[in-house]
């Protein structure tokens, strides 16, 4: 079965920077999209950043010019790296693979950033 190891989070002061890790392994496809989601207290979940195995990516407007999704297509890994990290910023980051009937998601990893 698929499933995704996370690592990365923890906590930062306002204005620093944090590099999110995911690591897929299984049964996987080589063409898929991986993702981050985000969910703090009383929100609903959103989107981060997404990208596919070509390359292609697509952001959520509140972290553009801020994070960048990025992956290591060998490792099954995917990378948001967090510059300028603001208290809103706050939240349980997930992390998501798609391919064919296969939707998977990581158990999600604190990000705290203080003011």
């Known amino acids: 079965q698929v499933q995704l190891v996370e690592s990365g989070g923890g906590l930062v002061q306002a204005g620093g920077s944090l590099r999110l890790s995911c690591a897929a392994s299984g049964s996987t496809l080589r063409i898929n999209v991986m993702a981050w989601y985000r969910q703090a207290p009383g929100k609903q979940r959103e989107l981060v950043a997404r990208i596919d195995s070509f390359g292609t990516t697509e952001y959520g407007d509140s972290v553009k010019g801020r994070f960048t999704i990025s992956r290591d297509n060998a490792k099954n890994t995917v990378y948001l790296s967090m510059n300028g990290l603001k208290p809103e910023d706050t939240a349980v980051y997930y992390c998501?693979?798609?391919?064919?009937?296969?939707?998977?998601w990581g158990q999600g990893t604190q990000v705290t950033v203080s003011s």
């Open positions: 998501n693979l798609k391919f064919a009937a296969v939707d998977t």
